[in-house]
Nanobody
Framework: QVQLVESGGGLVQAGGSLRLSCAASGRTFSSYTMGWFRQAPGKEREFVAAISWSGGSTYYADSVKGRLTISRANAKNTVYLQMNSLKPEDTAVYYC????????????????WGQGTQVTVSS
């Protein structure tokens, strides 16, 4: 198991940018696929992006392609989500999560979760 702590959320105007960070504890961080999910009020948690253990492969939800970028720094046990051209519909609690496999987009594909960080985009 890996423990995850997100940070970097906040209030931003539409068109603005934020960078989320997720710090992981444990020596096996570089073994995991890492992902970001989000959950808006009254909606189910949805997949946003994921990155392979090496950082060499990524995949995204169609709704965020071209605007959000996932990256990782294994030496720092940290995964990032750079969020540009933000829209009000991006407002949600953002969660990072870890997985032993690459390619999953369902919450059940990810085992450990952080507590989430709130992102609010005003119009």
């Amino acid at each position: 198991q890996v423990q995850l702590v997100e940070s970097g959320g906040g209030l931003v105007q539409a068109g603005g940018s934020l960078r989320l960070s997720c710090a992981a504890s444990g020596r096996t961080f570089s073994s995991y696929t890492m992902g970001w999910f989000r959950q808006a009020p009254g909606k189910e948690r949805e997949f946003v992006a994921a990155i392979s253990w090496s950082g060499g492969s990524t995949y995204y939800a169609d709704s965020v392609k071209g605007r959000l970028t996932i990256s990782r720094a294994n030496a720092k046990n940290t995964v990032y989500l750079q969020m540009n051209s933000l829209k009000p519909e991006d407002t949600a609690v953002y969660y990072c999560a870890s997985s032993f496999r690459f390619g999953g987009q369902q919450t059940a594909d990810f085992g450990s979760w952080g507590q989430g960080t709130q992102v609010t985009v005003s119009s």
